[in-house]
């Protein structure tokens, strides 16, 4: 908050067209291994050392292959030189982020109190640094070298964490394991490189089609909707491991499982939208006043969305489990096009409220209307669909309101 208002509506645009711009090649920075990773050590097809090791070599190829990717366009772009080198300064925090497949054999074997400890230390230390930079009135460059402070410091928790949860570490490189990974994780890259640009192009398209500070106030309310999507993703990272083993024990009890987990998904997602929608004055003022009252409206419009980010993450284990990633990488590829077209005729016609609704549409694209096309994906919505039913939660209030009866 202290820092979008140091800044201001224009750096601050600066800065978050520097972070939605390098967003877009992130999707290189583990080549889609992230949740293959995950489900690999949960199956125990390869070993834990093989994974680490193979997952390191991954994520060092990807953050080089994202810091220079995203540095040169601009550059053939003709882009102007402070923002080229705050993108550069960024991909350097992807190179740090190879670490990051500690974070996935954590996440597999249920040890997320960990990576939770170790995030929250790590976001107290940047903020303090953040803070300090604000005293000293420093410039963006200082801000933006925060984000790899944060991405060394929570490589080497994770290091830690991981020592904690499996002892002696050790790792080694493996080109079967990397063969196998990198060829169930090419469609995740595309999907990812689809659901990228739909939700950051039109950070970037208001700023080419408007100004920093338009810019600068749509991020701010972004950022605010966008604030309590770790609400579903903490239960989406949860649930993962415990529908992978019901998955390979029993498809029935996965089914009802999947049902009852995206049951309490909607009614989280649920109360969030509400309490976004009532306080979204408030909370646009308190965090960064006046000069972004502006943010309001957006906020309002944007929270709406996120009943599709929590489907987006329910049916991402479905996927994974089923092998379906080739068929979310056409939905989500379909979706971002159809984005892009709309950002272009609404941004020019109705400014950020514009954008908002070309990103609900391509999300109501790529999580609902598309993917009853193909039989195996219709019967991941049918599950969806029970489950808006509210069947099992109606089941369990009665159970314990019988009892206290």
């Known amino acids: 908050m202290m820092v979008v208002r140091y800044l201001g509506p224009e750096k601050n645009g600066i800065l978050s067209y520097c972070l939605a711009y390098i967003s877009l090649w992130s999707v290189l920075s583990d080549l889609g291994s992230a949740t293959i990773i995950q489900k690999e050590e949960i199956l125990k097809e390869i070993s834990t050392s093989v994974l680490i090791g193979t997952g390191l070599v991954i994520g060092f190829i990807g953050g080089i292959l994202t810091s220079l990717?995203?540095?040169?366009?601009?550059?053939?772009?003709?882009?102007?030189?402070?923002?080229?080198?705050?993108?550069?300064?960024?991909?350097?925090?992807?190179?740090i982020k190879a670490f990051y497949a500690i974070k996935y054999i954590l996440?597999?074997?249920l040890r997320a109190d960990l990576l939770v400890k170790a995030n929250v230390t790590v976001q107290f230390i940047v903020a303090f640094v953040k803070i300090f930079f604000i005293l000293i009135k420093g410039d963006l460059y200082l801000f933006i070298g925060c984000y790899c402070i944060e991405a060394l410091l929570q490589a080497v928790i994770y290091l830690r964490?991981?020592?904690?949860?499996?002892?002696?570490?050790?790792?080694?490189?493996?080109?079967?394991?990397?063969?196998?990974?990198?060829?169930?994780?090419?469609?995740?890259?595309i999907s990812s490189v689809a659901v990228v640009i739909y939700m950051k192009s039109d950070q970037i398209m208001i700023r080419n089609m408007m100004d920093d500070a338009t810019a600068g106030i749509y991020?701010?309310?972004v950022t605010i909707a966008e604030f309590a999507q770790f609400v579903p993703l903490a239960i989406a990272n949860t649930m993962l491991?415990?529908?992978?083993?019901?998955?390979?024990?029993?498809?029935?009890?996965?089914?009802?499982?999947?049902?009852?987990?995206?049951?309490?998904?909607?009614?989280?997602?649920a109360v969030i939208i509400i309490v976004t929608l009532l306080s979204a004055w408030i909370l646009v003022y308190i965090m960064y006043g006046s000069a972004y009252i502006k943010a309001v409206p957006i906020v309002r419009?944007?929270?709406?969305?996120?009943?599709?980010?929590?489907?987006?993450?329910?049916?991402?284990?479905?996927?994974?489990?089923h092998r379906l990633q080739k068929k979310h990488m056409c939905v989500t590829c379909i979706a971002?096009?159809?984005?892009?077209?709309?950002?272009?005729?609404?941004?020019?016609?109705?400014?950020?409220?514009g954008a908002v609704v070309a990103t609900i549409v391509a999300m109501s694209l790529q999580t609902v209307i598309l993917y009853p096309y193909w039989k195996d994906t219709r019967q991941m919505i049918k599950l969806l669909g029970y489950a808006f039913l509210f069947r099992n939660t109606r089941k369990q209030l009665k159970n314990v309101f019988g009892r206290k009866s």
């Open 107 to 109: 996440l597999a074997r």
């Open 241 to 269: 491991p415990i529908l992978t083993e019901k998955f390979s024990e029993d498809p029935e009890e996965f089914s009802l499982k999947y049902i009852d987990y995206f049951e309490k998904m909607l009614l989280t997602i």
């Open 336 to 353: 971002a096009g159809i984005n892009i077209l709309l950002n272009y005729v609404l941004i020019s016609k109705f400014g950020c409220e």
């Open 219 to 221: 991020a701010a309310a």
């Open 301 to 321: 419009m944007y929270a709406l969305s996120e009943i599709f980010v929590a489907i987006g993450l329910a049916e991402g284990g479905y996927i994974n489990l």
């Open 161 to 189: 964490a991981a020592q904690e949860s499996l002892g002696k570490i050790s790792w080694s490189f493996s080109v079967p394991a990397f063969k196998k990974i990198i060829l169930q994780s090419w469609p995740n890259i």
């Open 69 to 95: 990717g995203a540095s040169v366009s601009l550059f053939l772009f003709n882009e102007k030189k402070e923002i080229i080198l705050c993108v550069l300064l960024l991909g350097c925090s992807y190179i």
